[in-house]
């Protein structure tokens, strides 16, 4: 079964960047979309970014979109999120977790459709 292990979180001053990685396990997760979520304190989870198993289609929330960017490397069993510009409001524990569906032609903003969900990495943005 595929596991997700995220890392690369870490405290940053606004303005700044981090790399996230989340560390699949399992013969298959190549054939997965994966998604990124973040769950800020006090705060429901939301969708952050999404990408296909090809890699080759993404998705970005709005408040994202344009700073944020997601890949993946199927040969090392990677997802990542590059984030840059970050703001005081990314603070958040950011979660990867993988598509139920495989080879989902386009990634769903839909947590519900999502499954496997990493323990989380800590993002905290300074003013």
């Known amino acids: 079964q595929v596991q997700a292990v995220e890392s690369g979180g870490g405290l940053v001053q606004a303005g700044g960047s981090l790399r996230l990685s989340c560390a699949g396990s399992?013969?298959?997760?190549?054939?997965?979309?994966m998604g990124w979520f973040r769950q800020a304190p006090g705060q429901e989870r939301e969708f952050v970014a999404g990408i296909s198993w090809t890699g080759v289609s993404t998705a970005y929330a709005d408040s994202v979109s344009g700073r944020f960017t997601i890949s993946r490397d199927n040969v090392k069993n990677t997802v990542y999120l590059q984030m840059n510009n970050l703001k005081p409001e990314d603070t958040a524990v950011y979660y990867c977790?993988?598509?139920?569906?495989?080879?989902?032609?386009?990634?769903?903003?839909?947590?519900?459709?999502?499954?496997?969900w990493g323990q989380g990495t800590q993002v905290t943005v300074s003013s």
């Open positions: 977790a993988r598509d139920w569906v495989e080879m989902r032609p386009e990634p769903t903003h839909d947590q519900s459709e999502y499954t496997s």
């Open positions: 399992g013969r298959s997760f190549g054939t997965y979309a």
